[in-house]
């Protein structure tokens, strides 16, 4: 069953601005972590929060967790024209070694607009 | 470069063909995986390398055989695919613990006619 899913699934905001996806997961994890994907090519990944972190940063990117919650939510601050793309969120299950292969979302897909 | 690198980039492929996906990593990884992307899914884990020892493998129909020589290497050899199997297929490599994230390839376009 799919794990991460991702809210809202597209977004369109003008550039400056600040976009906030969110992601809701269903079992205990180990970690969770953020990828992004421009069109058609592989996924790169930007920030990983541990199930015992709450809030952690990375340049213009902002990830919390709420284990209770089972959710997480990525933050793009100071938007720009490059950053469009999806963004997809991933668990590492709980239990696993760390490479059992991570569970993906469907994705948010965001556009800057100039 | 991401540091894996997946060839051919794209592939057509008849239904009666064989054909090998080839993914190349030397990142120092331990672990390895294929994924498979289609439109408007999730991403979907196939299989999973550790030391190069399959220890996944969800479901996935038998026309689909992977093989990892070393742990920098892992292929995908198709046959008789089907249409729906029209997808990026994506190779990925971790730390055998995971932690660092998942290194992708740019992928391969396969389309089965």
């Known amino acids: 069953s799919q794990q991460g899913e991702e809210d809202p699934q597209a977004l369109s905001i003008q550039e400056g601005e600040n976009a906030t996806m969110n992601c809701s997961y269903k079992?205990?994890?180990?970690?969770l972590q953020w990828y992004r994907q421009n069109s058609g090519r592989g996924l790169v990944h930007l920030i990983l929060i541990r199930s015992n972190e709450r809030e952690k940063h990375s340049g213009r990117l902002r990830v919390t967790l709420d284990t209770s919650k089972k959710s997480s939510s990525l933050l793009i601050t100071a938007s720009r024209a490059a950053d469009t793309a999806s963004y997809f969120c991933?668990?590492?299950?709980f239990g696993g070694g760390g490479a059992d292969g991570l569970t993906f979302g469907k994705g948010t897909h965001l556009i800057i607009q100039p | 470069e991401t540091g894996v690198t997946q060839t051919p980039r794209h592939l057509v492929m008849g239904m009666t063909n064989k054909k090998s996906l080839k993914c190349e990593q030397h990142l120092g990884h331990n672990a390895m995986y294929w994924y498979k992307q289609s439109a408007k899914k999730p991403l979907e884990l196939m299989f999973v390398y550790n030391f190069k020892e399959q220890t996944e493998n969800n479901s996935v129909p038998s026309r689909f055989s992977p093989e990892c020589p070393n742990s920098s290497h892992l292929f995908l050899h198709l046959h008789t695919l089907q249409p729906e199997d029209s997808a990026l297929y994506l190779c990925a490599s971790s730390h055998e613990t995971g932690m660092g994230g998942y290194t992708f390839g740019s992928g391969t376009r396969l389309t089965v006619v």
């Open positions: 079992t205990s994890i180990n970690n």
């Open positions: 991933a668990t590492d299950a």
